[in-house]
Nanobody
């Protein structure tokens, strides 16, 4: 059993900053790519950023230069530093990770429960 737990969401004014965290726990052999995806009401989930196990990262055009994704492999944790937030960044942010489990040595894609980010104008 693998679990992803996010934290760090909240309400912030435009131009402000938030830092999201997501920690994977359970029967983990290896955590591969990790990423953040966001969803607004009535819309599909959109990729915000992802980072490979060796630290290579990629961002959506809408957040480049404002958001930074990082990870601590020793803690199985991924972070999303969000600066210069805009009202259009308001969404539920989900953590996602590809994880190899020790149980049966099977790989799978896992999601966190989501954390709400609200940016007021």
């Amino acid at each position: 059993q693998v679990q992803l737990v996010e934290s760090g969401g909240g309400l912030v004014q435009a131009g402000g900053s938030l830092r999201l965290s997501c920690t994977a726990s359970g029967r983990i052999a290896r955590v591969n790519a990790m990423g953040w995806i966001r969803q607004t009401p009535g819309n599909q989930r959109d990729l915000v950023a992802y980072i490979s196990s060796d630290g290579r990262s990629n961002y959506s055009d809408s957040v480049k230069g404002r958001f930074t994704i990082s990870r601590d492999n020793a803690k199985n944790t991924v972070y999303l530093q969000m600066n210069d937030l805009k009202p259009e960044d308001t969404a539920v942010y989900y953590c996602n990770a590809d994880i190899l489990e020790t149980t049966g040595w099977r790989g799978g894609n896992h999601w966190g429960q989501g954390t709400q980010v609200i940016v007021s104008s």
